[in-house]
């Protein structure tokens, strides 16, 4: 199963808005992601209570994980969000 390192570039972390957009993102993608905490158990990229729970503050490392035809896109697609401040995100 393909894994992806990425920092929380979010000054708040993954919580409220920034877990909002990225499990919407995460929502859409072809194949399931999930994501942890280095040591912790994963969950699903696409519930912001997930996403919450996880408590992945600014500059934590997060692995995240998916399988199956599109999983490498789909890390991607989910890895660039993270990479960024998502609180400061306008919506579309």
């Known amino acids: 199963m393909p894994e992806l390192r990425v920092t929380?570039?979010?000054?708040v972390g993954l919580h409220a808005r920034p877990a909002a957009?990225?499990?919407?993102?995460?929502a859409e993608q072809p194949v399931a992601v999930t994501i942890r905490?280095?040591?912790?158990?994963?969950?699903?990229?696409a519930s912001?209570?997930?996403l919450m729970t996880l408590g992945?503050?600014?500059?934590?490392?997060v692995v995240?994980?998916?399988?199956?035809?599109?999983?490498?896109?789909?890390?991607?697609?989910?890895?660039a969000l993270?990479?960024?401040?998502l609180d400061?995100?306008?919506p579309a």
């Open 8 to 11: 929380v570039a979010s000054r």
């Open 21 to 26: 957009v990225l499990a919407k993102t995460a």
């Open 37 to 45: 905490k280095e040591g912790g158990e994963p969950v699903a990229a």
């Open 48 to 50: 912001v209570l997930g």
């Open 56 to 61: 992945a503050m600014h500059g934590d490392e």
């Open 64 to 79: 995240l994980a998916a399988d199956g035809e599109g999983a490498e896109a789909a890390l991607a697609a989910v890895a």
């Open 82 to 85: 993270i990479g960024t401040d």
């Open 88 to 90: 400061q995100e306008k």
